[in-house]
């Protein structure tokens, strides 16, 4: 798994091009993040017999049939990058937007406590959290904390160095469906990476209050023909497009090896919005 994430950094602390930190620690689940974006760890098929009975002129035969309903691989570990926010050390700093009040919120666009709104073009993130140790099942009462870049490809908190600057972060606790939703922007594209965003799971909102309680680091992939119609259709992405162009998922440093299980689906238009869902898995 590549080790770097080449972020946009803050304008008065960091290069444009900045690498990240060699991958830490992977939370609870250690060694299991070693595995390559191409999935299939711990992978699971949930399957179920039905019995039949069928009585024909006077005969009766029984008869047994297995039905695949579902299927599931763990989510990929991936690095956090250097501005995560979370208390880890990262771009030698260790920013934590998790211990203030008001970071479990579905619309991450503004600063809590603030009116002020990151522009771009709408996007509601869709996550559903499934077990592949459960069958597949869903995952109620997780927490996932969600951060992105801006339209214009820089990161909150570490670009003013302060932590009251927070948008585009936030924490939910997944629904008896296992589902999240967050109300953000489309991220922009910055150099060195394609467009992408970033996710922590943690068994509960209690305990998503520091990196070193997560479960699952992992990073979600985006459409390239839905990112580019996006970007050539608003100019509050103009800065991404040259980005966009010079770059692909296939030689992005965090994709490149795979990206099947870290892909959303996109549906919407630039007037009204988008929705991006996806459906990912850990072994809890």
């Not at 880890?88 to 203030?100: F, I």
């Not at 009040?101 to 666009?109: E, K, L, N, Q, T």
Request: hydrophobic letters at 35%; one cysteine or more; glycine letters at 10%.
């Amino acid at each position: 798994m590549p080790t770097t994430d080449l972020r946009p950094a803050p304008p008065r602390a960091f290069s444009r091009r900045h690498t990240l930190e060699t991958l830490g620690a992977f939370g609870a689940l250690g060694s299991l993040g070693l595995l390559g974006c191409g999935g299939g760890e711990d992978a699971t098929t949930a399957t179920g017999t039905t019995t039949t009975t069928t009585t024909t002129g006077g005969s009766t035969s029984t008869g047994t049939t297995t039905e695949t309903s579902a299927s599931c691989a763990v989510v990929p570990e991936e690095t956090a990058g250097p501005y995560p926010a979370d208390g880890s050390t990262a771009s030698s700093r260790n920013y934590n937007v998790l211990g203030l009040a008001g970071i479990v919120r579905s619309d991450i666009r503004t600063s809590i406590g603030s009116t002020a709104r990151a522009l771009g073009v709408p996007l509601t993130v869709e996550i559903t959290l499934t077990s592949t140790t459960r069958n597949c099942a869903a995952l109620e009462g997780y927490a996932i904390y969600l951060w992105h870049c801006t339209a214009d490809g820089n990161y909150s908190v570490y670009t003013t160095q302060s932590v009251d600057d927070n948008q585009l972060r936030g924490v939910q606790a997944t629904d008896a469906n296992g589902t999240v939703r967050f109300t953000t922007i489309v991220p922009g594209c910055y150099a060195g990476r394609v467009p992408h965003m970033h996710l922590e799971v943690y068994r509960s909102l209690a305990t998503a209050t520091a990196a070193a309680n997560k479960l699952r680091t992992t990073q979600l992939a985006f459409p390239s023909a839905t990112m580019g119609t996006i970007y050539n259709s608003s100019s509050l992405y103009s800065a991404s497009i040259r980005n966009f162009n010079s770059i692909s998922l296939a030689t992005d440093n965090i994709f490149s090896d795979g990206y099947d299980l870290e892909m959303t689906t996109m549906t919407g238009n630039t007037t009204d919005g988008y929705t991006a869902a996806i459906t990912i898995s850990i072994a809890s």
